[in-house]
């Protein structure tokens, strides 16, 4: 029936879903090397680098941290942000086994 143009919108809703996964692993990493001096914030790319990063992944995760506190200063809302991301990656996947 009309499967025909929602197969292909599903794939892109599950590869934006993987690069945003992707995306806050990243950001993680760049968090922790700028957290522990290896990289240098002051330089200007790299704070642009920093930025853009926390812009894509910010949003979602202040909504994250609304809920659950942190943890002897451990935050733990990237781990749920990839948690809930994988479960609606899931969920596409499955519409489209479904729908095929």
């Known amino acids: ?16 879903l993987g690069f945003y996964q992707l995306e806050i692993i990243i950001a993680v990493v760049i968090n922790l090397l700028a957290a522990f001096n290896i990289l240098n914030t002051y330089n ?8 853009t ?3 894509f992944t ?3 995760l202040y909504q994250i941290r609304r809920f659950i506190p942190t943890f002897g200063g451990i935050d733990f809302s990237p ?4 948690f809930l991301v994988q479960v609606l990656r899931n969920i596409v996947r499955t519409l489209e086994i479904y729908l095929s």
């Open 58 to 60: 910010d949003p979602v």
């Open 53 to 55: 990063i926390n812009r």
């Open 1 to 16: 029936m009309n499967h025909i143009l929602l197969l292909p919108l599903l794939d892109l809703i599950d590869g934006l």
């Open 44 to 51: 200007r790319g790299v704070f642009v680098l920093i930025n």
């Open 79 to 82: 781990v749920i942000a990839i």
